[in-house]
C-alpha cells in the first residue's frame, strides 16, 4: 500500500510555524510584518518571534500562523521569498 500524499496529513485550521531569515542589514522588519498580516489578518504580536544570529549578522523571525488551507501558505511564502532582504523561508 502507498503512503498518502503529503498534503492530506494536515487539517485546516491548524497552527503553522513560519520562519523567515535574512540579513540584519537588508531585512525589514516592519514589511515582513506586513506581508503576513495581509495573509493573514488575525495575526499578533503574541505569534511573533524575532531572533538574531550569534555574530548578528543575520536575523530571523518566526510567524506562528493559524493557516486555513494550503494555498494560503502557499501565497504567503511565495510573498516573502519575493521581499527584499529575505535569503531564506522555512
Do not use: C
Request: aromatic fraction near 4%; proline fraction near 6%; charged fraction near 20%.
Amino acid at each position: 500500500m502507498s503512503e498518502p500524499p503529503a498534503e492530506s496529513l494536515l487539517v485546516f485550521p491548524t497552527e503553522y510555524p513560519i520562519k523567515v531569515l535574512g540579513r540584519r542589514d537588508s531585512l525589514s522588519r516592519t514589511h515582513i510584518d506586513s506581508l503576513v498580516r495581509h495573509h493573514v489578518p488575525t495575526l499578533h504580536e503574541g505569534q511573533i518571534q524575532e531572533r538574531e544570529s550569534g555574530a548578528g549578522t543575520f536575523v530571523s523571525i518566526t510567524y506562528l500562523i493559524i493557516a486555513e488551507s494550503r494555498e494560503q501558505v502557499t501565497t504567503l511564502v511565495s510573498a516573502l521569498l519575493q521581499a527584499d532582504g529575505v535569503v531564506m523561508v522555512l
